[in-house]
């Protein structure tokens, strides 16, 4: 890289630094109603969180086995949210980042077997406070990286002392395999090989060998139950 473009990427990232920290201070400027929003996102969480632990206690009662293996949750950070904000092109305001950002609030299942994602997805589905705004899945059709995951966009009820609110929340499911296989991959390719294509290539092997195990310990579970 010569000077003069050395000194033109220096400046870009000044100016995009300087965005993001007048992007921060608009927000905080809005200080109590975005304390407010992460606060109800974060009742939303443990309103979701709860409903996958009592379909994971009942399924022990009634079937001795538990779909799923463990649960995450997350609270979008300020700057992921300006920055998704600034990618869409987006008004810096609460109303519009509760409008338009529906993953402030994220729950992540992690289920055993690819069929457990489905069936504890249906049962989830199923309740009637809570209703499925958007669904991809990409364990079905996975996306080009490799990528496999079930999401779903639902909004779920919050009970205030005066009132109800309705909140988002993201739920991925995922089976043990995919989430390793999700967790390395960012590592490796976001910090290591973005322009790497023998490593996008050998990556994508691995989640196809990732697949076929899955499924192939989801069958010899069937053998065993069949038994």
Known sequence: MGKEEKEVFLDNAFVEKLMENEAMEQLMEQGAAFRELMAYCRCAIMEVETKFNVLNTEFSLKY????IET??????SPESIIEKLHRKNIPLNIRMVEEQISDIAGIRVICAFPEDIYEISDCFLKQDDIRLL???DYIKEPKPNGYRSLHLIVET???LHDRKRLMKVEVQLRTIAMDFWASLEHRIYYKKGQDNVELRKELMECAQISASLDFRMQEIRRQIDLE
């Open 157 to 159: 009820p919050i009970y």
């Open 134 to 136: 958007k669904m991809k």
């Open 64 to 67: 001795d086995r538990n779909p």
């Open 71 to 76: 649960i995450k949750s997350r609270l979008k």
